[in-house]
T-cell receptor, first 113, second 112 residues
Framework: SQTIHQWPATLVQPVGSPLSLECTVE??????LYWYRQAAGRGLQLLFYSVGIGQISSEVPQNLSASRPQDRQFILSSKKLLLSDSGFYLC????????????FGDGTRLSIL | GQQVMQIPQYQHVQEGEDFTTYCNSSTTLSNIQWYKQRPGGHPVFLIQ?????EVKKQKRLTFQFGEAKKNSSLHITATQTTDVGTYFCAGPHSDSSYKLIFGSGTRLLVRP
């Protein structure tokens, strides 16, 4: 069966510090991968998605970036965090076919001080 | 642009009462998906509906896809405290079907 791993579960970072969140998927190949951000009590905001290695689509202009160095690895990064980057970051995968259900990792709660 | 609206935003019910959330899309959807997010947790995929007028059941949950494939509903019969959470509908995005457009969600609270 397929599993998705996302870490860390919580993270507290100072403003201006760098960020790297990693997500890996097991048990499937060529998945579509996604990064979402969710503010407290709010909906899901799609940040990036990838349909293949090295292919990244950015949805929202921001100081975040994403990379997919391997088929089942998706990384969310920032060179300098802003206070507004606080939130709940969720990684998800779906089968490499359009319109498929997405399966989410446990998420990372990021607090910027 | 494409929009997916959900109502109500919040619903507070007594345990044992029924609950319904409605999802309306500005465009026709090839499928509709429903997710549940427990407080403090991550969204979990519940079900996918594909056919016009389709109805599916999961125990006390009944999902419907409208005839025009632009609306959907989730009905919970005799709510329990375990039903607490936020329910999201989602459908393939008109810009790219590799991504989903999510509704804003309906938060369900259940009084024991």
């Amino acid at each position: 069966s397929q599993t998705i791993h996302q870490w860390p579960a919580t993270l507290v970072q100072p403003v201006g510090s760098p960020l790297s969140l990693e997500c890996t998927v097991e048990g499937t190949s060529n998945p579509n991968l996604y990064w979402y951000r969710q503010a407290a009590g709010r909906g899901l905001q799609l940040l990036f998605y990838s349909v293949g290695i090295g292919q990244i689509s950015s949805e929202v202009p921001q100081n975040l970036s994403a990379s997919r160095p391997q088929d089942r690895q998706f990384i969310l990064s920032s060179k300098k965090l802003l206070l507004s980057d606080s939130g709940f970051y969720l990684c998800a995968w779906s089968k490499g076919i359009s319109g498929q259900p997405q399966h989410f990792g446990d998420g990372t709660r990021l607090s910027i001080l | 642009g494409q929009q997916v609206m959900q109502i109500p935003q919040y619903q507070h019910v007594q345990e044992g009462e029924d609950f319904t959330t409605y999802c309306n899309s500005s465009t026709t959807l090839s499928n509709i998906q429903w997710y549940k997010q427990r407080p403090g947790g991550h969204p979990v995929f519940l079900i996918q509906l594909v056919k016009s007028g389709e109805v599916k059941k999961q125990k006390r949950l009944t999902f419907q896809f409208g005839e025009a494939k632009k609306n959907s509903s989730l009905h919970i019969t005799a709510t329990q405290t375990t039903d607490v959470g936020t329910y999201f509908c989602a459908g393939p995005h008109s810009d790219s079907s590799y991504k989903l457009i999510f509704g804003s969600g309906t938060r369900l609270l259940v009084r024991p």
